[in-house]
């Protein structure tokens, strides 16, 4: 049963960070360059801007909900289980989402790369 | 890809990283926090490990933050795995940490993943569709942006 809640909670958290992850890309993208803007408008107007922006508070609400999954399952799972599975699982995740979700072009090479990172990522726990 | 935006794809990565890496060297000296007693946190605030490693990380959010305004997600996070590679040589070389074979051949897998990413374009073109480009959704709220200045 604690091996169930620990898996539970590390799809949660890859979830609701690749969630965060995909709203806070667009909510950024819709905002717009930030070196170009903190030239013409200041970086004050640039931090309101970025603060104000509706999907910008979602995805920190959607990270805080990864954090706390991250929390619940570090007290029921073990860590060298945990942080290399949600990290590697998360980045296959925003690559998928990525793609649905923003449109983005996901050609071979990153692919590969993500593929690379995330078995890497997984190593790094032995 | 400009030499800026690429200062700040390695702020991503070393800010992270070390911030991660001030926070558990700080939290080395607080101990375990159990959730019956949350209130260990506020105690950890004023540990000048814990302080400088969220210092970073407010950093690390404002560079990812940028990188996503003008970049991919698919491009920023395998760019900015190398922090990863950055935690592992830190673990051997100051805090004299055992890296095994095993982490050596993940460190290689991660940054050949990075080469393989950072040599192409940044920002996909988007579908001919404007309708579905994010950034041609916004574009009064930003027109009147740029109006302001």
């Known amino acids: 049963m604690k091996h169930a809640y620990t898996w ?11 969630t ?3 709203l806070l890309s667009k909510a950024m993208k819709q905002v717009g360059d930030v070196g170009d803007l903190w030239k013409s408008h200041g970086i004050f107007r640039v931090i309101g801007s970025v603060l104000r922006h509706p999907l910008f508070a979602l995805g920190i609400a959607a990270m805080a909900i990864a954090f706390f999954a991250l929390l619940f399952g570090l007290s029921w799972g073990d860590v060298s289980l945990i942080a290399p599975a949600s990290a ?28 690379f990172v995330a078995c890497g990522v997984v190593l790094l726990a032995f | 890809m400009t030499f800026r ?3 700040v794809l390695v702020g991503v990565a070393v800010f992270g990283s070390v911030g991660d890496s001030l926070l558990s060297r700080g939290m080395k000296d607080i101990g375990t926090i159990s959730l019956t007693h ?16 969220i210092v970073l990380l407010i950093g ?11 970049a ?35 460190i290689l897998l991660i940054t050949s993943g990075v080469g393989f990413v950072a040599g192409g374009p940044a920002l996909t073109p988007l579908p001919d569709d404007s309708a ?7 574009e009064p709220e930003l027109a009147s942006l740029r109006g302001h200045s």
């Not at chain 1, 539970?8 to 690749?18: D, G, H, R």
């Not at chain 2, 949350?38 to 490693?53: H, P």
Request: proline residues 2%; hydrophobic residues 55%.
């Open chain 1, 8 to 18: 539970a909670a590390i799809l949660l958290m890859v979830t609701a960070s690749v």
């Open chain 1, 20 to 22: 965060g992850d995909v």
């Open chain 1, 88 to 115: 590697s699982l998360t980045f296959v995740g925003n690559m998928i989402a990525a793609k649905l979700f923003l449109q983005e072009r996901v050609d071979r090479r990153r692919c590969i790369a993500v593929g």
């Open chain 2, 5 to 7: 935006k690429y200062l």
């Open chain 2, 38 to 53: 949350l209130q260990s946190l506020v105690v950890a605030l004023a540990n000048g490990w814990v302080l400088g490693g």
């Open chain 2, 60 to 70: 690390f959010f404002a560079a990812y933050m940028t990188a996503l305004s003008w």
């Open chain 2, 72 to 106: 991919d997600l698919t491009y920023v996070l395998p760019a900015t795995s190398i922090g990863y590679v950055i935690i592992a040589l830190i673990a051997k070389f100051v805090l004299h940490e055992q890296v095994t074979t095993a982490r050596w051949i993940g």
């Open chain 2, 132 to 138: 579905s480009d994010p950034r041609k959704e916004h």
